[in-house]
């Protein structure tokens, strides 16, 4: 029987055929693919041509079109829908594609050709996209040790391995940690009606009567946040924040030690003082002082401001009866009680006007109005029932299937992501791509969304709007392969369009009767737009910070210790607790992505703080010229030249850390 993974997919828009796709068809499509990819490298290598740029980068660019294609599917299942099958296949595989790259990576007459295009740069009459891919080729190949020889290179083979098994390791242990931890709920007392139907649900799915809390974050927030059983939202934040750190075989402490010794070789193997200084050479930031001067000119007034905020809180948490210091699992509660009280605003009045349907719809109009999509729904077999998706076309022309997947299962890892099944390209015919957007929102009927949930719904759209509206040749330089600390920067933009009035006004409506929101509510909600914001900004300023610590410098025995010193030495407020602690820190530890990058969710907002303000200098939040320039220099254009002449050309200039300061509610 053909494995319909290698065989062409005759079906609408080329999209997997999931219908027939079974867990027994990757191993024998990774491995076919791996040796198409062998042999397409093998003729490049040995082609006894002059090198030229078709022969050799073009030609590369297409070697591994096969393997991109299984990779493309089974790693996004393998993140929103797991199963012990497909665990077990992602262990196996991490060594292998890891040995395949640095096959790759180590072979010298492959490489040897790249350098030769790279001497002859000036001469060779190539566009400015072809340019900056050659430059990109031998810049990865050297970042990934081509350049090594003998037992150097053999160790940094050996350890780029090692690497790749510790990060689906930790990322498996914190999947197996949250699917395995839940609380039966006796005791209901503070839980509005959606709490309660959440966390039925979530004790259906699990085969279990009643209700339970797990350590889904569309759960155990609003659990936290309503619940008046301060015992029992104790026993849940310790749970929550001990993922990853709870013993036993999913423990994930000596994991983070032994990474981080590991990249410290990889680092120095290649010639660098420590990894942060390794992984941010290519980034905006450039280096760890440029980071750490950005976040510490964050960290000392949202410090301020937390600690006031938490005298208030105490203060209600003592009027209560409560004796002693206000807790972690104290903060979200008293702090919802803090936001009623000053800005009369209550989460389950403002839910029913947030469906999902209703903020999918506002999502869409959104990317209609600035950039004139349209969202077609398809009805075509995907990975998953709770998996939807769209057809999206500009002026009769097809752009990119766009799959969301909304809500949160034990199969599927925490968090929210956008990924893609395949990216767009133009070289060998063009190529439109399939985007998926991950979220973990708690399914109800309707499924309705905190506001929170909400800017998460247009965070990860704005990283689709980088995928579908990526107008590149080169699939190298596609969508969101950009520098870490700028691809952030349109997802985090995106956001700002739910804080315009007309969107809330036009697309928040009430579940049941259709009505607008009221406009006081309205008011309300956007005038407590940066409520807590001194909280939120040090769990995640300690958590960058403590990410940039670890990686620069010698690697300590003992990350937690060392995380413990980076806090004591920010002082950081004893009732807010790191985002991601390192046991549970995935996106630095499931992988290189955010490695000493964790900070760019900060970089990047102060670009994106600037660049709505753009739009605010427009007098229109839909202004059409501000819109076509973002398109043209941020969103079509993925990497094909350096943030900052992209973002220079949108904006004319490099923005300052004032924006987002006053975007936070920071500023003095």
């Not at 242990?173 to 209901?188: G, T, V």
């Not at 002082?571 to 964790?598: C, E, K, L, N």
Request: hydrophobic letters at 40%; charged letters at 25%.
């Amino acid at each position: 029987m053909t494995n319909p993974l290698l065989s062409p997919w005759q079906t609408p828009f080329e999209l997997p055929p999931f219908a027939l796709l079974t867990d027994e068809d990757f191993a024998p499509a990774f491995d076919a693919a791996m040796e198409a990819g062998r042999k397409a490298y093998a003729a490049i290598a040995n082609n006894p041509e002059p090198p030229s740029f078709a022969n050799t980068i073009e030609a590369m660019e297409q070697a591994d079109d096969l393997l991109d294609r299984v990779a493309g599917v089974f790693f996004n299942l393998s993140g929103s829908d797991s199963n012990p099958a497909r665990e077990e296949l992602q262990r196996d595989l991490s060594p292998k594609l890891s040995a395949y790259s640095s096959e790759i990576v180590n072979n010298r007459a492959l490489f040897d050709r790249i350098e030769t295009l790279w001497s002859a740069r000036d001469s060779l009459d190539l566009t400015d996209e072809q340019a900056r891919v050659l430059m990109l080729y031998r810049r990865m190949f050297v970042r990934a040790g081509a350049a090594l020889e003998g037992e150097n290179a053999t160790r940094l083979t050996e350890v780029k391995s090692r690497l790749a098994t510790l990060g689906t390791q930790f990322t498996q242990n914190l999947l197996a940690d949250e699917r395995d931890w839940m609380m039966p709920l006796d005791d209901l007392s503070g839980l509005p009606d959606f709490v309660i139907a959440s966390a039925r649900a979530a004790a259906q799915e699990r085969g279990r009567e009643g209700h339970v809390v797990t350590l889904n974050r569309s759960l155990i927030v609003p659990f936290l946040q309503f619940s008046t059983r301060r015992d029992l939202r104790e026993r849940a934040y310790e749970a929550w924040t001990a993922r990853g750190a709870n013993g036993g075989k999913t423990d994930n402490r000596a994991i983070a030690a032994e990474v981080l010794a590991l990249r410290a070789e990889r680092a120095s193997l290649l010639g660098y003082t420590n990894f942060a200084s390794y992984k941010l050479e290519t980034e905006m930031a450039g280096n760890p002082d440029a980071v750490r001067d950005l976040l510490m000119q964050v960290w000392e007034p949202a410090r301020a401001k937390a600690l006031a905020d938490a005298q208030k809180l105490e203060a209600m948490l003592h009027a209560d009866g409560q004796t002693g210091p206000l807790e972690p699992w104290d903060w979200r509660f008293y702090a919802d009680k803090l936001r009623r009280a000053e800005h009369d605003l209550d989460e389950t009045a403002l839910k029913p006007y947030l469906s999902l349907e209703a903020m999918i719809a506002a999502a869409f109009d959104c990317a209609h109005r600035l950039f004139g999509l349209e969202f077609r729904a398809l009805d075509v077999p995907l990975y998953h029932p709770d998996a939807r998706a769209w057809e999206v076309t500009r002026d009769g022309r097809h752009m990119a299937v766009f799959i969301g997947d909304y809500f949160a299962r034990s199969s599927k890892r925490s968090g929210a992501w956008c990924s893609t099944m395949r990216s767009q390209r133009k070289l060998g015919g063009e190529v439109r791509p399939i985007v998926v957007n991950i979220c973990n929102f708690a399914k109800g009927d309707p499924a309705l969304l905190s506001y929170d949930d909400a800017r998460t719904l247009f965070h990860e759209f704005g990283h689709a709007l980088h995928q579908m509206l990526s107008d590149v040749t080169y699939g190298l330089i596609s969508g969101t392969s950009v520098a870490r600390d700028f691809v952030e920067l349109p997802s985090q933009l995106y956001e700002h369009w739910l804080e315009v009035p007309e969107v809330l006004s036009t697309h928040a409506r009430h579940v049941e009767t259709g009505e607008a929101m009221p406009q006081d509510m309205l008011d309300r909600l956007l005038a407590a737009q940066n409520f807590d914001q001194g909280f939120a900004t040090v769990e995640y300023v300690a958590s960058a910070l403590v990410d940039l610590e670890l990686h620069d410098g010698p690697p300590p025995g003992d990350p937690m210790q060392k995380q413990a010193q980076v806090l004591d030495e920010l002082g950081m407020p004893r009732a807010i607790r790191m985002r991601h602690a390192t046991p549970h820190f995935a996106h630095v530890f499931s992988g290189d992505g955010y490695s000493s990058g964790y900070y760019s969710y900060m970089w990047s907002e102060v670009m994106d703080a600037d660049a709505f303000e753009a739009f605010r200098e427009a007098g229109d939040a839909f202004d059409p010229a501000t819109a076509s320039r973002l398109e043209e220099f941020i969103l079509s254009a993925g990497g094909s030249d350096e943030a900052e002449r992209l973002y220079t050309a949108f904006r004319g200039r490099m923005p300052g850390v004032e924006a987002l300061l006053k975007g936070r509610g920071l500023a003095a």
